[in-house]
């Protein structure tokens, strides 16, 4: 930004220093001769134009110029872009397009001042207490989230199964998120003890599967190959560790077929 802030004082200086634009036609290579720039990429004839605006430019170009740099009346960067590796490509208003630039930016920090209700000078002090509160507000949401989903594992812990001797709870949670769906999972693994966990949980027309070992069972179940059995089931696929996987899917309608495929894969 500052950079770009630079050239901005530097194009507009020579703007209002309104320097004599001279051109001349000459060979290619006298042209070259004189230290004009040339783009590297561009192809020229064997004649080109020369454009000088005082010490500060001097350039081959056939583009429409002006006499003086003064007719130019302002210059306004309004982007920059890579073009290349080590290329960019400033662009810029100039004259009355700069100014109705102008005019549409105080027009947009008008509007929003006005949500604000507050003066244009005051809008970046206002959004950044917005932000502010924002981010508090989400992580009072995180916190309450985690509670609810620490009351809610108690609760489910009660449809565990025993399936060959091993602890097993698979069911559909009412969770939207990736994030909170494996916290979730956490606080229930912590809980069970022992055993393997499969959490199923749609959000919209997608499906979440979690699935979570503990460590004394990796050895014999693997949550990643388990998963990898479970997802096609819902159009999907996944993978992961052998003590969590996780996986998404498209077909939603079909997550309780999920949970008695858990346990008739276990039951092998």
Do not use: W
């Not at 192809?43 to 002006?66: A, D, F, N, Q």
């Not at 306004?76 to 960019?88: L, N, Q, T």
């Not at 812990?157 to 990736?178: P, R």
Request: glycine share 10%; with cysteine; hydrophobic share 40%.
């Amino acid at each position: 930004d500052e950079e770009m802030k630079r050239i901005e004082e530097i194009a507009n200086e020579m703007i209002r220093k309104n320097v004599d634009v001279k051109t001349e036609v000459c060979a290619l290579e006298d042209a070259l001769k004189t230290g004009a720039t040339a783009v590297f990429d561009e192809k020229y004839g064997s004649t080109v134009r020369i454009v000088k605006m005082g010490k500060m430019s001097m350039e081959l170009c056939g583009g429409t110029h002006v006499k003086r740099t003064g007719d130019i009346g302002f210059l306004k960067v309004v982007h920059e872009s890579a073009i290349a590796a080590g290329v960019r490509r400033i662009e810029a208003v100039t004259g009355r397009e700069a100014f109705k630039h102008f005019r549409r930016t105080e027009e947009e920090l008008k509007r929003t001042a006005g949500l604000f209700k507050a003066s244009q000078m005051e809008v970046y002090d206002r959004a950044e207490k917005l932000q502010k509160h924002t981010k508090e507000l989400e992580k009072e949401i995180e916190t309450l989230k985690g509670k609810l989903a620490a009351k809610d594992s108690g609760d489910l812990l009660g449809q565990a199964k025993e399936i060959n001797g091993v602890n097993v709870l698979a069911t559909e949670v009412s969770i939207t998120d990736a994030k909170t769906l494996r916290d979730f999972g956490d606080k229930l693994r912590d809980k069970l003890g022992s055993g393997i966990i499969l959490l199923g949980s749609k959000a919209g027309d997608k499906v979440m599967l979690l699935c979570m070992v503990t460590k004394d069972l990796t050895g014999k179940y693997h949550a990643g190959n388990i998963i990898k059995e479970l997802a096609p089931m819902v159009g999907g696929s996944g993978g992961g560790r052998p003590d969590m996987a996780q996986a998404g899917g498209s077909q939603p309608e079909k997550l309780d077929q999920v949970f008695p495929a858990l346990e008739k894969l276990l039951a092998q």
